[in-house]
């Protein structure tokens, strides 16, 4: 059986251990990683996550959860932000933006209108939201490739000319893609999809996001997040027989009802989760949204370093081990 214990921590909750640390072992490493094999040359800046927790940490005068290791490692401003869960707003620096092709209509046209030459971090679009389920897979996509062909030039043609990442229809749906290619451990990455914190499944901070939030950071503005509350779930015992990882969150759900996450992140730890594969931690993580959650977060472990490396990504996976 696996056994939850449900709480809003407080800074001990989460307990000790290399578990709750892993964010900071990571941050320690020197040596250059890619944030993707498709940016080789834009790297993940941990040595500027982990100066940011020290300032916050020296500053609270307390030790921090995972979740507010990597949201505060990404302030603005540590050295002068006001921190307070649930009532003061964060200037962020998330890594990252992803764009459905929906809602990345009008944000590319929104950052074309700022004049700026070129996106501020790495950015992609991908088209999987126009194609309509009404026959079948090969010639629903046929059709939307035809109905939808102005706007899928439209998208391309932006995301070249302004180093967006174009992830064309029929590559795949965008959570997924982000798990298999964009996220690990400690990223902070917005999407304008409602199943971005899908990524949490690799231990990163992925939010949801509307197209006007993708157009600040895309631009270099700061980002602007009410400062999330904690609620700890731990699990013990494992997983087996008939259960699978969605009877834990839909267990979760039962608890906290459909609002009982609103402004809050979900942090899983507990040796309960060593049982769960990274993609079925991706799934609890995913349907955090039906809870309310701003997103929700596992700790590294194996099975995220089984998942790095089976996605040809074992250089993050050295980083963090």
Not at 24 to 38: D, L
Not at 102 to 115: E, K
Not at 187 to 208: A, K
């Amino acid at each position: 059986w696996m056994v939850l214990s449900l709480a809003v921590t407080t800074p001990l909750a989460l307990g000790h251990g290399a578990r709750r640390l892993h964010i900071s072992a990571a941050y320690r490493a020197k040596a250059k990683v890619s944030m993707s094999r498709f940016e080789p040359s834009s790297f993940i800046s941990y040595e500027k996550l982990q100066s940011n927790v020290d300032i916050v940490r020296k500053r609270l005068n307390r030790p921090l959860t995972l979740s507010e290791k990597i949201v505060y490692g990404h302030l603005d401003d540590p050295h002068n932000q006001e921190i307070d869960r649930g009532r003061t707003y964060l200037r962020l620096r998330p890594d990252r933006v992803a764009m459905q092709d929906a809602t990345a209509q009008m944000a590319m046209l929104q950052f074309i209108s700022s004049g700026l030459p070129r996106v501020a971090v790495p950015s992609t679009i991908h088209c999987d939201h126009l194609i309509e389920a009404q026959i079948g897979g090969a010639k629903d996509l046929a059709r939307a490739k035809e109905v939808n062909q102005e706007v899928y030039n439209f998208l391309s043609s932006a995301g070249a000319k302004y180093g967006v990442g174009f992830w064309k229809p029929g590559s795949g749906i965008i959570h997924q893609i982000i798990l298999e290619n964009y996220a690990y451990p400690g990223v902070m990455l917005i999407g304008t999809d409602s199943h971005t914190p899908n990524g949490g499944g690799l231990g990163g901070i992925c939010i949801g996001v509307g197209g006007a939030d993708a157009v600040d950071v895309m631009a270099g503005i700061p980002w602007e997040l009410k400062c999330p509350k904690v609620i700890g779930v731990k699990l013990t015992g494992t997983l087996s027989g008939w259960t699978s990882p969605k009877d834990v969150i839909l267990k979760v759900a039962g608890i906290l009802t459909v609002k009982g996450g609103t402004g809050a992140i979900v942090e899983y730890h507990g040796p309960g989760v060593d049982s769960i594969s990274c993609t079925g931690m991706a799934t609890i993580c995913n349907m955090g949204a039906e809870i309310g959650a701003t997103t929700s977060v596992f700790p590294y472990n194996h099975r995220m370093r089984t998942y790095l490396e089976k996605t040809g990504r074992a250089g993050v996976d050295r980083r963090c081990g």
